[in-house]
């Protein structure tokens, strides 16, 4: 299937409605002329829980529909469901306040603390920072676990995943 182009009418508060539900990967419906862009973050209410669940829009397919990968469970969501447009992406909670904080995919606080004060939210799909912005120095990121500071360091703004337990 092919893409639709991306709309730029203002969406927000659009009301769709679930149409197919495969796993983590939800088709929903919205009125033609207010179909949701990509990346926009789309909430579910679903029964039984307390919080509605974020989805974001992958792609835009024919028919009026987008697809979504929802940012966690989909266990009770069906089709019919009422699906609401937030106008734009998901994001982050950035900044000084953040720092030693947990926070989940759709930037809410799981550590038990409140979330952070006057800090600013920036969406989690943007182009990186410039050639300028960027350090030319090399550093390494001090992780304090000792294995990995002195076997195998870190160099700060690279790319790596570690696993623990």
Not at 94 to 114: A, S
Not at 129 to 153: H, R, W, Y
């Amino acid at each position: 299937m092919a893409a639709v182009t991306q709309q730029s009418q203002p969406t927000a508060g659009t009301i769709g409605k679930v149409v197919q539900v495969l796993g983590a990967v939800v088709d929903i419906e919205f009125p033609p002329e207010k179909l949701p862009g990509i990346y926009n973050a789309v909430t579910v209410q679903i029964e039984g829980q307390e919080k509605p669940l974020t989805l974001e829009v992958e792609q835009q397919l024919g028919n009026n529909w987008v697809r979504c990968v929802a940012m966690g469970p989909t266990d009770g969501m069906k089709r019919g469901d009422k699906a609401v447009d937030t106008g734009g992406p998901i994001t982050m909670p950035v900044g000084p306040g953040t720092l030693g904080r947990i926070f989940n995919v759709v930037g809410e606080p799981v550590d038990q603390m409140p979330p952070p004060e006057n800090a600013p939210r920036l969406p989690i799909h943007r182009p990186p920072p410039t050639l300028e912005e960027q350090a030319s120095n090399i550093e390494v990121l001090e992780t304090g676990v000792k294995v990995i500071d002195l076997m195998c360091p870190f160099m700060r703004g690279g790319k790596v995943g570690t696993f623990g337990g």
